[in-house]
């Protein structure tokens, strides 16, 4: 391998054009925020009793879990399957994946009614219910990647903690406690690992079994009993090109060198991937014969086919095409098909265009408030990572000097 | 060195062990389906769409309820309603498919499944199906999903949007608190002054049902609705035309859960899948190690 790459804090500054507005969405959406805990749900959005779920739960939630995919996909690539060469790609990924987590937790407790009592769920639970299930593996599975990222926080604060004045009396033992639980989780983080993947096959499939239960109200072109498989083949299909839109986006934003080498490589996987979950996909229409709603040119069949065509077919000729792995632009260009049309408009069609109810009065429209939290949700997430990638070793840059750090592994008997 | 793999197991067992603690403290609703269990048999070809059924209603449940003079108002009638946060039940009216005969109305609100969709669905088991029928919601429980109101296949719950506090699931609760949990029959029930309602044993409502429309063919159309729809439902309805031509959905037999619960279980069923998964995981992982270590010392 040519040039080593070392993860390192970046240091640009903070405030660029792009951050000021991302800081006005931000701003706009915690005043929304503040309206709807002041005056409640029916003040701010337009959910009614024929609309229960919303934007919030359509985007924030199920597409937030499913673009959150690139985390336990990259782990498991790397450390799972020994796939040393993605090494640099772990911790923007497993980071993203935990603000993406953090964000549709932040995104549920919005749209609760009663979100004080959300600490109802794990002591309540009902285990008939598919959202106390999706519930308790989001939960845990958070935890799991904040264990996972902590590595991270030890190596970038061990030997540098320098607190001033009358703390300073606490500089040693935060050291200590800093360099035990390094050493600690170096020798269990392989139980994480395993445990952040089986946690993401769990919760990203259920989150497809959990509109079953609307069983009428979904049309058919979404409603299948296969919907959970679905659901986690697409947010496997969707975990590399997650992980590549964020690394272009990164280097471009800092100006660094891409990976271009890595992404090149991981973009072969997508391809394949995304050929498996078509198959699924078209398997089950031949199957229950829902191509017939494809015949006629309603709000439906114009919705399936551009998730189908636009996020999938294309997306995947192009992943299987040299040229395309070898540009930047089009590289890009194939990751953000897969993510808008693949999979954000899928879950939202899913959860919400497809969701009729039997007494139909007015169509659901998100209102500004919905979207303003939406979109402020996901500027803060966006002035977050910038700012953690600034204060931690996540990106990696070239370093010739550099020996990347003995990778987690299952500490057999050493023959 | 590091971790044994006696640890290593140790590890794994411990973290099943936590996450079956987890499922074991559950509440899940168990469904006791009672023999004697109670419903109402509503006659659509004796409502004369008074209206009284709403007023008693709001009154039972502290909902405020207006002039009863007003409820003569049949304008109301314009506009399909639904039941609300504000009214548990609704009197609808629907043209009549006989010519000449004057418009058809009847009363909707719960139908408290046999098998309900929203006990199943609740995240936290605070809906619950009574021994005596009574579908009911325990407020004390409710994190404020809305996931009941995604499941109901008769789009009954109804949300309170505008309290920022508190807000609570509206539905017909079959007046258990203070009377079908003492044997009296629902408000509306008792309000009722013809005879379109009728509160009995569920059981006995069905041969009821089925005795009315034998006897008089010609006043009936032959289909007891909720007798099948969805598994059962408690409230049934009889009447002289088609009920899709009322608006009542058209349903399987089957019980709405049945699309969810069997995925559910059998994911879970001693934690089988993700146990062996985590298993396959953990040796993928193991073997990919001692490889790379051979190929070092070979090295």
Known sequence: ?415 | MGTSRRDFLKIVTAGTLVATGVKNAAATPVNILSDDRMGVLVDATACIGCRQCEYACKEEHGLPTGNLEDYADRSVFEHERRPDVDALTVVNQYPNVHKDEPPVTLKVQCMHCDHPACVSACIVGAFSKQENGAVIWDESRCIGCRYCMVACPFQIPAFEYNKAIEPRIMKCDLCYDNRTSKGLPPACVEACPTEALTFGKRYELVKLAHDKIDNEPDRYFDHVYGEHEVGGTSWLYISGQDFSTLHFPKLGDEPIPGATEPIQHAIFKFFVPPVALYALLGGIMWLGKNKEESEEEEE
Request: proline residues 5%; aromatic residues 14%.
């Open chain 1, 1 to 415: 391998m040519s040039d080593m790459f070392k993860p390192e804090p970046i240091k640009r500054p903070f405030l660029t054009p792009g951050v000021i507005i991302l800081l006005i969405l931000a701003v706009n959406g915690i005043i929304w925020i503040i309206l709807r805990f002041g005056f409640g749900l029916g003040a701010v959005t337009n959910l009614d009793n024929q609309h229960p779920w919303g934007l919030w739960i359509g985007i924030d939630v199920a597409a937030g879990v499913a673009l959150a995919a690139g985390g336990f996909t990259t782990s498991a690539l790397v450390h799972i399957f020994h796939r040393e060469d993605f090494h640099v790609l772990v911790r923007p990924a497993i980071m993203t994946a935990m603000l993406g987590y953090t964000f549709v937790g932040i995104g549920v407790l919005f749209d609760l009614g009663r979100y004080y009592n959300v600490w109802h769920v794990p002591i309540m639970g009902n285990s008939n219910s598919v959202l106390f299930e999706v519930g308790i593996c989001v939960m845990t599975y958070l935890g799991t990647l904040y264990i996972e990222f902590f590595p991270v926080v030890t190596e970038r604060f061990i030997g540098k903690v320098h607190l001033k004045g009358f703390w300073k009396f606490l500089n040693h033992p935060i050291d200590a406690i800093l360099r035990w639980i390094d050493k600690f989780l170096e020798k269990t983080m392989f139980f994480f690992i395993i445990l952040g993947v089986v946690l993401s096959c769990l919760h990203q499939s259920s989150l497809g079994t959990l509109m079953l239960i609307a069983k009428y109200k979904i049309h058919p072109l979404w409603q299948t009993s296969i919907r959970p498989l679905l659901f986690l083949l697409s947010a496997i299909a969707v975990g590399y090109p997650m992980v590549i839109m964020e690394s272009l986006t990164a280097s471009k934003s800092f100006g660094l060198k891409a990976e271009m080498d890595a992404l090149r490589r991981l973009g072969r996987f997508v391809g394949p991937l995304l050929g498996i979950y078509l198959a699924s996909v078209l398997a089950d229409m031949v199957i229950r014969g829902t191509y017939v709603y494809l015949g006629s040119i309603t709000k439906e069949s114009v919705l399936w086919t551009i998730e189908i065509l636009f996020g999938v077919i294309i997306p995947m000729r192009m992943f299987f095409w040299d040229k395309v792995l070898r540009s930047k632009t089009l590289l890009y260009i194939a990751s953000l098909m897969v993510i808008i049309f693949g999979i954000a408009l899928n879950r939202f069609d899913v959860f919400i265009t497809a969701y009729t109810p039997p007494y139909f009065f007015k169509t659901y429209m998100p209102s500004i408030g919905e979207i303003s939290i939406t979109v402020g949700l996901i500027s803060i997430e966006i002035l977050l990572y910038r700012a953690l990638v600034m204060i931690f070793p996540v990106i990696a840059q070239p370093d010739k000097n550099y020996r990347p750090k003995a990778k987690y592994a299952i500490r057999g008997v050493i023959q």
